[in-house]
């Protein structure tokens, strides 16, 4: 995005240097032309000029427009990612950046990237609000506590580029640095694989939903005390207020950490809360265990009584076998 947010920006410093030269000028040139040559000299009357008046309201509001409709489209280029990514999961905390990537290699402080791939990070903060900035990238994001944002990008050439919080969260914010490196693809798979590999974030998550006795309740076949998860991602969820809502990604989480604020219709609210059992990045990967419920059935029609729904989604009805380290 570098380059087209370039582009808008000097277009905008350019339109302002023209008309501040040329208004500038004109002032001068009007000063000296229609200045007073006599002491007992006497204005006339100028009659208005409609295509001037037409001119000059017209044509500053094209340029306008024109900055409008860039910038807009350029804002929901920034904020749309393409459908195939790379993911990324990005924690905050005072005064740390965590990476880890899908495939589970871990990173704090550094992110390890290819060149020409969709990078989207998804990121979230364990306590204050920070702001996860790339310059070179000409793209920032805020990173919110509670809630998921995201940030995309594609690397084009290899290197290593800066990467700060640009959000005060505390007395070591301006400690809060790190650096992305952009490899070529084949030296990326290479560190992909190479020493601290580890189990990939649904792997993990798939573990996590296990200790937690979510399978408990959370049955494949809709037999639990809790609706079934398979192909539940992306679809729509019928609450018991009559209300329909997506479970994306902010609603597993909610359902997990708040269980009775959103209960499916046919299920009671029995699910204990895992506010405190379970920390950011197990979130992370209880939601994307969850994803990958069931995804080969995802695009086959579901009956009602088996619509993938949650009220809770990784914790069914039993409280936790165990409080995960």
């Given at each position: 995005?570098?380059?087209?947010?370039?582009?808008?920006?000097?277009?905008?410093?350019?339109?302002?240097?023209?008309?501040?030269?040329?208004?500038?000028?004109?002032?001068?040139?009007?000063?000296?032309?229609?200045?007073?040559?006599?002491?007992?000299?006497?204005?006339?009357?100028?009659?208005?000029?409609?295509?001037?008046?037409?001119?000059?309201?017209?044509?500053?509001?094209?340029?306008?427009?024109?900055?409008?409709?860039?910038?807009?489209?350029?804002?929901?280029?920034?904020?749309?990612?393409?459908?195939?990514?790379?993911?990324?999961?990005?924690?905050?905390?005072?005064?740390?950046?965590?990476?880890?990537?899908?495939?589970?290699?871990?990173?704090?402080?550094?992110?390890?990237?290819?060149?020409?791939?969709?990078?989207?990070?998804?990121?979230?903060?364990?306590?204050?609000?920070?702001?996860?900035?790339?310059?070179?990238?000409?793209?920032?994001?805020?990173?919110?506590?509670?809630?998921?944002?995201?940030?995309?990008?594609?690397?084009?050439?290899?290197?290593?580029?800066?990467?700060?919080?640009?959000?005060?969260?505390?007395?070591?914010?301006?400690?809060?640095?790190?650096?992305?490196?952009?490899?070529?693809?084949?030296?990326?798979?290479?560190?992909?694989?190479?020493?601290?590999?580890?189990?990939?974030?649904?792997?993990?998550?798939?573990?996590?939903?296990?200790?937690?006795?979510?399978?408990?309740?959370?049955?494949?076949?809709?037999?639990?005390?809790?609706?079934?998860?398979?192909?539940?991602?992306?679809?729509?969820?019928?609450?018991?207020?009559?209300?329909e809502i997506t479970a994306d990604e902010a609603y597993i989480r909610e359902s997990i950490?708040?269980?009775?604020?959103?209960?499916?219709?046919?299920?009671?609210?029995?699910?204990?809360?895992?506010?405190?059992?379970?920390?950011?990045?197990?979130?992370?990967?209880?939601?994307?265990?969850?994803?990958?419920?069931?995804?080969?059935?995802?695009?086959?029609?579901?009956?009602?009584?088996?619509?993938?729904?949650?009220?809770?989604?990784?914790?069914?009805?039993?409280?936790?076998?165990?409080?995960?380290?």
């Open positions: 995005m570098a380059g087209q947010v370039d582009a808008l920006y000097f277009f905008l410093i350019a339109v302002s240097a023209f008309f501040a030269i040329l208004i500038a000028a004109l002032i001068v040139i009007f000063g000296i032309r229609y200045r007073r040559r006599s002491a007992d000299a006497t204005g006339v009357d100028v009659h208005p000029s409609m295509a001037l008046e037409a001119a000059w309201i017209g044509i500053p509001t094209l340029i306008a427009m024109v900055m409008f409709f860039w910038g807009a489209s350029l804002y929901f280029s920034m904020f749309r990612p393409p459908a195939e990514t790379l993911d990324v999961y990005v924690v905050g905390k005072q005064w740390m950046w965590k990476f880890q990537h899908a495939e589970g290699r871990r990173e704090i402080d550094e992110l390890h990237v290819p060149t020409g791939r969709a990078i989207r990070l998804t990121m979230t903060s364990e306590d204050v609000i920070h702001s996860l900035y790339l310059p070179e990238f000409r793209i920032k994001r805020d990173v919110l506590p509670g809630r998921y944002t995201s940030l995309w990008f594609t690397a084009t050439r290899p290197g290593r580029y800066h990467l700060f919080c640009s959000e005060y969260c505390g007395t070591k914010h301006s400690g809060m640095i790190g650096t992305v490196i952009v490899m070529r693809p084949a030296e990326y798979q290479e560190w992909l694989a190479g020493p601290g590999a580890g189990v990939s974030v649904a792997a993990a998550g798939q573990t996590l939903f296990t200790n937690l006795a979510c399978i408990s309740c959370h049955r494949s076949d809709g037999t639990g005390r809790g609706p079934a998860l398979d192909a539940l991602f992306g679809k729509p969820v019928k609450l018991s207020s009559g209300q950490l708040n269980p009775g604020a959103k209960v499916v219709a046919g299920y009671q609210p029995i699910m204990p809360t895992f506010q405190g059992l379970v920390n950011e990045e197990q979130l992370r990967q209880l939601i994307e265990y969850v994803k990958t419920l069931g995804a080969e059935k995802a695009s086959q029609p579901v009956a009602p009584e088996a619509a993938p729904a949650a009220a809770a989604p990784p914790g069914g009805g039993a409280p936790p076998a165990s409080k995960p380290k």
